[in-house]
């Protein structure tokens, strides 16, 4: 699991999260992992992770 510390454009979508996730943490987004936003309020979260089949998102 990993979650990111650093408020979340809560609008971002599977695409959007799983590149910030390649780019700025220089992870990969289609390991065995899960991945948690929070906004910047911390009052909402989502949740990525890869399946192996494709991504689902929380």
Do not use: V
Request: aromatic letters at 14%; charged letters at 30%.
């Amino acid at each position: 699991m990993c979650i990111i510390c650093e408020k979340t454009d809560m609008r971002k979508g599977i695409d959007g999260l799983a590149t910030l996730i390649q780019d700025s943490f220089e992870l990969n987004p289609y390991s065995d992992s899960i991945f948690l936003f929070a906004g910047l309020k911390k009052d909402r979260y989502k949740c990525l992770y890869f399946d192996g089949d494709g991504f689902a998102m929380l």
